[in-house]
């Protein structure tokens, strides 16, 4: 095996599953969502392959039904993650001796285990922990995932390929080496998908990887982890800590051994661990690489020659999807009047159709907020809207959390463009329209550039080609994912690479090579073939 020269296969996009009534897919999606409901679960630790109980546990219910357990989960403190990292180092010695095939092959499997078997299996914990219909689990916790896998494969197989020119009597190569020491993957609630490439793609370098995530999605964590066990990936590799932020981070933060993080969460969390860091910075062993995906205050622009039913279209499925959690979803929109007055009573009528409730009921578009901390921020500001004469509400603010955490999907319309939910990210079902004169486009564009301090999604709806293009030009620092007559929202690994800039993190551009190639540390290995003999050069000849 050491002189088999590899390709790997051609990675293409996961077809999305439709789920239509009756289907063979929605049988086993409804099956599996019934198995878990009536069966909770209680989650361990897992450090070194072992699952590990400390007592200290806390509770999983669905945010769309709180009376509905869906087990329980043990926390790890500073004894467990010392543990890991300790079990981490050893795994390393081996695992960074693994193939580049041989890691490869582990996240190739797993892509078709979660095509096969373990789609419905993470989809229905999806639904459930997270409050994500069918569709939005599907294009998560399924398809995305999936794509990463394969994906990450072929892009690691690309960048190992990028190698230096040799000159005559030479050989001049680049070595990717894992990072020494460990990646600390710290991920959100509200992608799945998120929560597996964090810790996997630096394990397909070769690295070793702490992963907490998001207590509010430890239940499909859980069921990612055992798909990668199932794959064969050795113990140790990726060690499991659910837990509280400061519990687990602190000590990972204070080990030298802490080579990476690879985070997507909130900016204030983030600017906290990168404060951290650099006060620790004199204990590492190396500098550690900081990747992080925060937040977004993601804009759509429509120009008056928009093609209005696009619009509303894109609007309604931008702000709205997934009640508006997404770091990429719609929250605010600058519109034309001329285009308002014709889209508003429609946009309104949209809005009001949508049907939000249990997620199990394929009919609901929408679910409830992940939890009650997220509810009651998301009242507050519908209710300081409701009392502000800069602002009115044009549909929707209705919120109840008797069984679940539910707020309707919202409109606002500011009067004032720097009104307070155009600039702050709520991430949530709410909309912030601010209608500007048809003859101020430069103008607005400026003022869109400016008032908030995300830069990681937004869109331009014009059917006008210099205004796209002025557009693109005022707007180019102001998104990292850039959108021409499309909602904001979206992105397909390998088409579409994902990341934003300012307060919304590194762009290191997740599902591409560039993410790949933050987890490695090249080492030039120079050999001469005929190395010279005689220290004196040509020039020092006697004349």
């Keep these: 095996m050491s002189n088999l020269q590899s390709t790997?296969?051609?990675?293409?996009?996961?077809?999305?599953l439709n789920y239509r009534p009756g289907s063979p897919e929605t049988k086993a999606l409804k099956k599996q969502l019934a198995d878990f409901e009536g069966s909770p679960i209680e989650i361990p630790i897992v450090i070194?392959?072992?699952?590990?109980?400390?007592?200290?546990?806390?509770?999983?219910?669905?945010?769309?039904?709180?009376?509905?357990?869906?087990?329980?989960?043990?926390?790890?403190?500073t004894k467990e993650v010392?543990?890991?990292?300790?079990?981490?180092?050893?795994?390393?010695?081996?695992?960074?001796?693994?193939?580049?095939?041989?890691?490869?092959?582990?996240?190739?499997k797993a892509g078709e285990l979660l095509a096969g078997k373990y789609r419905p299996i993470l989809n229905a914990a999806t639904m459930l922990g997270q409050s994500k219909t069918a569709h939005q689990a599907e294009i998560d916790s399924a398809c995305e995932l999936i794509d990463f896998f394969r994906f990450n494969v072929a892009f690691q197989k690309q960048l190992y390929s990028i190698q230096p020119e040799s000159a005559p009597g030479m050989w001049n190569r680049l070595q990717y080496r894992p990072l020494e020491g460990f990646v600390f993957a710290v991920t959100p609630f509200n992608f799945t998908s998120i929560g597996g490439n964090?810790?996997?793609?630096?394990?397909?370098?070769?690295?070793?990887?702490?992963?907490?995530?998001?207590?509010?999605?430890?239940?499909?964590?859980?069921?990612?982890?055992?798909?990668?066990?199932?794959?064969?990936?050795?113990p140790g590799v990726i060690q499991f800590l659910p837990g509280r932020g400061a519990e687990v981070g602190n000590p990972v933060l204070e080990s030298d051994k802490l080579a990476g993080i690879h985070f997507t969460g909130s900016t204030d969390v983030f600017q906290h661990?990168?404060?951290?860091?650099?006060?620790?910075?004199?204990?590492?062993?190396?500098?550690?690489?900081?990747?992080?995906?925060?937040?977004?205050?993601?804009?759509?622009?429509?120009?008056?020659?928009?093609?209005?039913?696009?619009?509303?279209?894109?609007?309604?499925?931008g702000a709205f999807e997934y009640q508006g959690q997404k770091c990429s979803a719609a929250s605010r929109a600058y519109i034309p009047k001329s285009v308002w007055t014709a889209i508003k009573e429609e946009l309104t009528a949209e809005v009001e159709s949508i049907r939000l409730g249990d997620i199990s009921d394929f009919r609901n578009f929408m679910g409830a907020v992940i939890d009650a901390a997220s509810f009651e921020k998301l009242r507050g500001f519908i209710e300081g809207?409701?009392?502000?004469?800069?602002?009115?509400?044009?549909?929707?603010?209705n919120c109840d959390d008797k069984q679940g955490y539910f707020v309707s999907p919202t409109i606002i319309e500011a009067k004032k463009p720097d009104y307070i939910t155009m600039q702050e990210e709520l991430f949530g079902p709410v909309l912030t329209v601010y209608v500007y004169d048809d003859s101020k486009f430069e103008q607005t564009l400026s003022l869109c550039d400016k008032t908030s301090p995300y830069g990681l999604t937004g869109c331009i709806f014009a059917q006008d080609r210099a205004a796209v293009d002025r557009a693109s030009s005022v707007l180019e620092h102001s998104a990292g994912n850039f959108y021409i007559n499309n909602k904001p929202t979206g992105?397909?690994?390998?088409?579409?690479?994902f990341g934003g800039s300012r307060a919304s993190g590194t762009n290191d551009k997740a599902g591409?090579?560039?993410?790949?190639?933050?987890?490695?540390?090249?080492?030039?290995?120079?050999?001469?073939?005929?190395?010279?003999?005689?220290?004196?050069?040509?020039?020092?000849?006697?004349?």
Excluded: C
Aim: cysteine-free; hydrophobic content about 40%; overall charge positive.
């Design 198 to 234: 964090l810790p996997t793609a630096p394990a397909l370098m070769g690295n070793v990887v702490l992963w907490k995530p998001a207590s509010t999605s430890v239940y499909s964590a859980y069921f990612t982890l055992k798909l990668l066990e199932e794959a064969g990936l050795p």
């Design 8 to 16: 790997v296969p051609v990675p293409k996009n996961e077809p999305v």
């Design 82 to 108: 010392q543990a890991a990292i300790e079990g981490s180092q050893k795994a390393l010695q081996e695992w960074s001796r693994f193939s580049a095939d041989a890691r490869a092959s582990i996240f190739l």
């Design 512 to 543: 591409s090579l560039f993410n790949l190639v933050r987890w490695v540390s090249m080492r030039t290995v120079s050999e001469t073939f005929a190395p010279p003999t005689d220290y004196r050069y040509p020039y020092m000849e006697a004349e």
């Design 273 to 317: 661990m990168w404060q951290t860091v650099g006060s620790n910075i004199q204990r590492y062993k190396s500098y550690p690489r900081i990747v992080g995906e925060t937040g977004g205050k993601d804009f759509v622009f429509a120009h008056a020659s928009a093609d209005r039913k696009a619009l509303v279209t894109a609007l309604v499925r």
């Design 491 to 497: 992105a397909v690994v390998g088409q579409q690479p």
């Design 385 to 397: 809207a409701r009392k502000d004469p800069n602002a009115e509400i044009v549909v929707g603010g």
């Design 48 to 77: 070194n392959g072992e699952e590990l109980r400390t007592g200290k546990t806390a509770a999983l219910r669905a945010p769309h039904n709180k009376s509905l357990e869906l087990g329980t989960f043990h926390q790890a403190g």
